[in-house]
């Protein structure tokens, strides 16, 4: 069957448990069906190795007694009276939760745009493996590799029908393609690794196969005979790579999530200057194929774009209607709906383009670090300290001069985010998404 067919049909089981759920007793509900299906092959040393597919629908019902609320989630609802009235009866048993609700009603988006998320086009499993295969043999073929960690090729597509009791009922599909390879180089002791991977919501858009094996090979060679470096204060430059890892926990800690339980170091600093005035920071929900566009939230509400950081300064948290009515504020439509209720999680979250290219960074560097990987889960989001394992490149003078790893950085993230520079050389990769960024005087530790 289509999955539009299906996506259809299972709108239509999602509305029959709203109603179900109301006349079970629940004064208010919502309910959300996931339908999902994937594909995958990975191969290696030239052989097909596994290959794997799914397929699944998921129901979430939430019910609300008052504020008493509680879910239920199943992977099939054929019983769906059943499924109500065990809800229901859940509810009128839980604590209250003040702050537990739908989206109000004038907030309910009318419609959903097409955003362009969903590719027809399910390939085949011999394709899938040519891909992967060829992904392989190019990264195999750069000069210098010895050895192949393997290659996949990867489809998958969701389908999101959310319905609630106050007056919205929508879905949206959408689908992924990636491929990716990471490939050896040197023998023993001295073996280094790579890799290198692209994700498009569209087959069409994918970087060819042979283009990203062959840029794991050359990553990797990149690599070899790695040196330490002495310890001290020198700037960093952070590889694309890292500097969407450093986003990501920048949204983290202006999550609302984060602020509501105080467990963010930047939970005082709303309208503060937490970056450079060089730095603006979006979340567009609406890019048309975006790795993390959505067109309503998980809650049903409209989505817009939101600069949550401008010329450095904070705007705003990340909410859903739960977290805003805690902190006495609006949702600014970014919940994620999951089988328990909504979270707040941003979408298409990107860092502006600065206005020096990354040579001209890094010619501007006496002796300093161009950081393309790091080790560990050293971030304390409470205090913001941040200490990590490291690899990349020494700048001396201006130039990449060699490789180096067995190192760490180190630095305290409101110091960090201050003091980041970016470069203009953003690229749509993830679903968070910055440029090159230059960090002046961050501990390096080396031999």
Known sequence: MPSSTRLNLLEGQAAELVELALKAGADQCDCVVARSQSLGVSVRDGKLEDTDRSESDSFSLRVFCGQRTA?????????????????VAMARVSPDDPHAMLAPVERLAKNVPDLDLYD???????AMSSAALECEAAGLGVEGVSKSMGASNSWGMTGFVLATSNGFSGSY????????????????TSMQRDYDYDTKTHIEDLQSPESIG?????????????????SGEFPVVFDRRQTAGLLGTLAGAINGTSITRKTSFLRDLMEEQICDNSVNIICDPLIRRGLGS???DGEGIETAPINFVENGILKQWVLDCSTAHELGLSSNARAVRSGSGTAPSTT???MENGNASLEEMIGSIKSG????????HGINMVNGNYSKGAGGFWIENGQITFPVNEITIAGNLKDIFLSMTPA?????KNATNAPSLLVEGMTIGGK
């Open 71 to 87: 879910s239920v989630s199943a992977n099939q609802a054929d019983d769906l009276t059943e499924l109500c009235d065990r809800a």
């Open 369 to 376: 670090l161009y950081l393309d990987e790091t080790i560990g």
């Open 424 to 428: 203009n050389d953003l690229e749509f």
């Open 214 to 230: 062959r840029s794991a090979g050359e990553r990797v060679i990149k690599r070899l005979n790695p040196r330490q470096v002495a």
């Open 120 to 126: 027809e086009h399910e390939p085949e499993v011999s």
């Open 348 to 350: 298409n979250l990107y």
């Open 173 to 188: 599909s959408l689908s992924r393609h990636s491929c990716s390879a990471a490939m050896i180089a040197g023998e023993g």
């Open 294 to 296: 959505r067109p309503v």
